[in-house]
């Protein structure tokens, strides 16, 4: 029994003399940081529109008749006067005929009385209706080649068919278009701009245009042209003449003009949308860093602030209207795993 006494007294010694174990530091998150800047006073905005040709034109026949054949194709460049179809020319040729036998005949006649009058056995009044019947002949004779020349229809300037509107065999009026062409000048966007910001842009302004066929594509454009008077929807039609890159651009396209405007409100601080944190009460806040002076290693305090944002920027920014002031070093990263009074480790970006 005192033996057994003795060895558990030993265990108890040994047991309380061992060391307890180490404890390790808490170490600080590490945070990425934003320095508030000055307050901008412009807005991007984005503006939607559809892209056309700035020297796109409809064109047809300027006689009528029943279209004989088309030989242009949809999208296919042609030079100035290449033959796009024809009409049919029966009517036309028939007409033609009859007008330079008409006009032949006219000219013996004026001939004839002409050599009657020399001779004085035509009167003056005579040969003045042989010299308007010829005329008149020469006039209708140029009439009807005209129109049988207008039978043919052609390339009215070098570059490319958008549009083939009619089909063979159709009957079509005078003027009535048959394509729809476009040269080789440059490609327009052309948006709505609300009354209320009209007077912010003018002509000669710099933008940049997305289009929906080239995603990955940004084009520099310039205001070219602002409408006068609003449409149906209170928007003014506003032009943008692209830099296309030598990419040939198509009508119809859908895109997106960004135009930088005058702030609304004035100036205002704008700041990393992902540093402003929202609360289920609707508050937001973002998280102030304050260094801690005399630390070793640097670090630095957090602290909640209360702010009241505005709209979202296109960059991936927003707007801070109230509760943040520039120069001040706001957390950009890691917002969710801190708390009020926490103290944080600042890293480079």
Same mark, same amino acid.
């Given at each position: 029994?005192? #033996?057994?006494?003795? /060895?558990?007294?030993?265990?108890?010694?040994?047991?309380? *003399? &061992?060391?307890? +174990? #180490?404890?390790?530091?808490?170490?600080?998150?590490?945070?990425?940081?934003?320095? %508030?800047?000055?307050?901008?006073?412009?807005?991007? !905005? =984005?503006?939607?529109?559809?892209?056309?040709?700035?020297?796109?034109?409809? /064109?047809?026949?300027?006689?009528?008749?029943?279209?004989?054949?088309?030989?242009?194709?949809?999208?296919?460049? $042609?030079?100035?006067?290449?033959?796009?179809?024809?009409?049919?020319?029966?009517? $036309?040729?028939?007409?033609?005929?009859?007008?330079?036998?008409?006009?032949?005949?006219?000219?013996?006649?004026?001939? !004839?009385?002409?050599?009657?009058?020399? =001779?004085?056995?035509?009167?003056?009044?005579?040969?003045?209706?042989?010299?308007?019947?010829?005329?008149?002949?020469?006039?209708?004779?140029?009439?009807?080649?005209?129109?049988?020349?207008? *039978?043919?229809?052609?390339?009215?300037?070098?570059?490319?068919?958008?549009?083939?509107?009619?089909?063979?065999?159709?009957?079509?009026?005078?003027?009535?278009?048959?394509?729809?062409?476009?040269?080789?000048?440059?490609?327009?966007?052309?948006?709505? %701009? +609300?009354?209320?910001? %009209?007077?912010?842009?003018?002509?000669?302004?710099?933008?940049?245009?997305?289009?929906?066929?080239?995603? =990955?594509?940004?084009?520099?454009?310039?205001?070219?042209?602002?409408?006068?008077?609003?449409?149906?929807?209170?928007? $003014?039609?506003?032009? %943008?003449?692209?830099?296309?890159?030598?990419?040939?651009?198509?009508?119809?396209?859908?895109?997106?003009?960004?135009?930088?405007?005058?702030?609304?409100?004035?100036?205002?601080?704008?700041?990393?949308?992902?540093?402003?944190?929202?609360?289920?009460?609707?508050?937001?806040?973002?998280?102030?860093?304050?260094?801690?002076?005399?630390? =070793?290693?640097?670090?630095?305090?957090?602290?909640?602030?209360?702010?009241?944002?505005?709209?979202? !920027?296109?960059?991936? $920014?927003?707007?801070?209207?109230?509760?943040?002031?520039?120069?001040?070093?706001?957390?950009?990263?890691?917002?969710?795993?801190?708390?009020?009074?926490?103290?944080?480790?600042? &890293?480079?970006?």
């Amino acid at each position: 029994m005192k #033996k057994l006494l003795h /060895f558990t007294a030993v265990v108890l010694l040994i047991a309380g *003399c &061992e060391e307890p +174990p #180490k404890v390790e530091p808490i170490q600080p998150r590490k945070v990425i940081t934003h320095t %508030i800047q000055k307050p901008t006073s412009v807005i991007e !905005r =984005n503006f939607s529109g559809v892209t056309q040709a700035s020297d796109s034109v409809d /064109f047809g026949f300027e006689v009528s008749g029943r279209i004989q054949s088309i030989s242009a194709v949809k999208g296919r460049h $042609y030079k100035k006067d290449e033959i796009l179809a024809k009409l049919d020319p029966t009517s $036309y040729q028939t007409e033609f005929n009859r007008a330079t036998a008409d006009a032949l005949k006219a000219s013996e006649e004026l001939k !004839r009385v002409q050599q009657l009058f020399e =001779n004085q056995n035509a009167s003056r009044s005579q040969f003045d209706s042989a010299v308007a019947a010829q005329q008149n002949a020469q006039a209708n004779l140029k009439k009807a080649q005209k129109s049988l020349t207008d *039978c043919v229809l052609k390339m009215p300037y070098t570059g490319f068919i958008a549009e083939v509107l009619k089909d063979s065999q159709q009957v079509v009026n005078p003027g009535e278009p048959v394509f729809r062409v476009r040269g080789e000048g440059t490609t327009e966007l052309e948006i709505g %701009i +609300p009354a209320n910001i %009209i007077e912010s842009i003018k002509v000669g302004d710099e933008t940049q245009v997305k289009l929906s066929a080239k995603p =990955n594509t940004i084009f520099e454009g310039k205001i070219t042209e602002i409408a006068t008077q609003s449409s149906e929807d209170t928007t $003014y039609a506003v032009t %943008i003449a692209l830099d296309s890159k030598g990419v040939q651009l198509r009508e119809g396209l859908d895109g997106e003009a960004t135009l930088t405007l005058p702030h609304p409100g004035g100036s205002v601080i704008v700041v990393p949308a992902v540093s402003v944190i929202g609360s289920p009460s609707g508050d937001q806040s973002i998280w102030l860093v304050e260094p801690i002076p005399e630390s =070793n290693p640097p670090l630095a305090r957090v602290k909640s602030l209360v702010v009241k944002t505005g709209a979202l !920027r296109k960059n991936g $920014y927003i707007e801070v209207l109230e509760g943040a002031s520039p120069g001040q070093v706001i957390i950009s990263r890691g917002v969710h795993r801190v708390e009020d009074g926490m103290n944080v480790k600042i &890293e480079s970006k």
